[in-house]
C-alpha cells in the first residue's frame, strides 16, 4: 500500500512539471485549433470571391497543331477567349493551347493577366497592382513556384495567375492567410507551414500523451480510494 502511494505521489510531481511544460503548447494548439475551424473551408479558400467556370462544349474541339513531344497530362479548361488546352510536358514544362484551332498561345501579359483576374474575382474591392514573380520568387501566401501574376485587392485579396499557361492558381484573402498564420502556429512550423513531422512537435505531442495518461491515471486511482472510503 504504502509503495502504491509513493509511486502515486510520484506520478503526481511528473504530472505537475508536465503541466507546466506542455500548457502553453496546449493552449496554443487549442486556439489555433478553433480559429481553423472557426470558418468553413471553403470560405477561406477564397470560393465565394472567385468566379464560377462556364462549360465547356465539347463538339467542335480542336487538338494542338504542332508535336507537343512527351507529354505527362492534358488539362481542358475555359479561359477568356474560349476553352484552351494545357499541356505538361515530361519534362515539367507547359504550354497553353487554343481548343478551338489548336494553336499555342503565347505567356500571359500584364493586359491579359489583368483581365483574367477581373474575370475570377467576385468580391467589392477594387484592383490596386499587379506584381509579377519568378518561379523562385513565390509570396508566402502562394507557396507554388511557378512564374505568376498577384492581382492585389483593395480588401486584401490576392488573385494569382500562372504567367505561362493563364491559370488561376489560387485566390487568398486575409482570411486565409490568418488561417495559414494560424497552421504554421499548430503544427509549430512558421517557415515553410508545411512539415507536419519534425521532432518539435513531436516531442511536445508526446509529452501531452504522457501527462494526460498520468492524468487518468491519477484521477482513476482516488475515485478507486474515495469508493473504498
Given at each position: 500500500?504504502?509503495?502504491?502511494?509513493?509511486?502515486?505521489?510520484?506520478?503526481?510531481?511528473?504530472?505537475?512539471w508536465l503541466g507546466w511544460l506542455i500548457g502553453v503548447p496546449i493552449l496554443m494548439w487549442t486556439v489555433t485549433g478553433l480559429i481553423m475551424v472557426w470558418q468553413p473551408i471553403e470560405y477561406v479558400r477564397g470560393?465565394?470571391?472567385?468566379?464560377?467556370?462556364?462549360?465547356?462544349?465539347?463538339?467542335?474541339?480542336?487538338?494542338?497543331?504542332?508535336?507537343?513531344?512527351?507529354?505527362?497530362?492534358?488539362?481542358?479548361?475555359?479561359?477568356?477567349?474560349?476553352?484552351?488546352?494545357?499541356?505538361?510536358?515530361?519534362?515539367?514544362?507547359?504550354?497553353?493551347?487554343?481548343?478551338?484551332?489548336?494553336?499555342?498561345?503565347?505567356?500571359?501579359?500584364?493586359?491579359?493577366?489583368?483581365?483574367?483576374?477581373?474575370?475570377?474575382?467576385?468580391?467589392?474591392?477594387?484592383?490596386?497592382?499587379?506584381?509579377?514573380?519568378?518561379?523562385?520568387?513565390?509570396?508566402?501566401?502562394?507557396?507554388?513556384?511557378?512564374?505568376?501574376?498577384?492581382?492585389?485587392?483593395?480588401?486584401?485579396?490576392?488573385?494569382?495567375?500562372?504567367?505561362?499557361?493563364?491559370?488561376?492558381?489560387?485566390?487568398?484573402?486575409?482570411?486565409?492567410?490568418?488561417?495559414?498564420?494560424?497552421?504554421?502556429?499548430?503544427?509549430?512550423?512558421?517557415?515553410?507551414?508545411?512539415?507536419?513531422?519534425?521532432?518539435?512537435?513531436?516531442?511536445?505531442?508526446?509529452?501531452?500523451?504522457?501527462?494526460?495518461?498520468?492524468?487518468?491515471?491519477?484521477?482513476?486511482?482516488?475515485?478507486?480510494?474515495?469508493?473504498?472510503?
Open positions: 500500500m504504502m509503495a502504491q502511494q509513493k509511486i502515486l505521489r510520484r506520478f503526481a510531481k511528473w504530472h505537475i470560393n465565394h470571391l472567385r468566379a464560377e467556370t462556364p462549360a465547356i462544349q465539347t463538339a467542335q474541339i480542336a487538338l494542338p497543331t504542332e508535336d507537343v513531344g512527351e507529354v505527362s497530362g492534358f488539362t481542358l479548361q475555359h479561359q477568356l477567349d474560349g476553352p484552351v488546352w494545357i499541356v505538361t510536358r515530361e519534362d515539367g514544362g507547359r504550354t497553353r493551347y487554343s481548343a478551338q484551332d489548336g494553336l499555342r498561345i503565347g505567356s500571359v501579359g500584364k493586359d491579359e493577366a489583368r483581365l483574367i483576374a477581373q474575370a475570377t474575382y467576385t468580391g467589392a474591392g477594387s484592383l490596386d497592382t499587379l506584381t509579377q514573380f519568378a518561379d523562385d520568387e513565390a509570396p508566402m501566401d502562394l507557396r507554388i513556384w511557378r512564374p505568376s501574376w498577384q492581382a492585389s485587392y483593395s480588401d486584401g485579396t490576392h488573385v494569382y495567375l500562372d504567367q505561362i499557361t493563364g491559370e488561376v492558381l489560387a485566390v487568398r484573402s486575409g482570411w486565409w492567410r490568418i488561417f495559414d498564420f494560424v497552421w504554421g502556429l499548430h503544427i509549430m512550423d512558421l517557415q515553410d507551414r508545411e512539415n507536419t513531422s519534425h521532432p518539435i512537435l513531436i516531442i511536445f505531442a508526446a509529452l501531452s500523451a504522457i501527462g494526460s495518461l498520468l492524468g487518468c491515471a491519477l484521477m482513476f486511482r482516488r475515485r478507486k480510494a474515495r469508493v473504498k472510503a
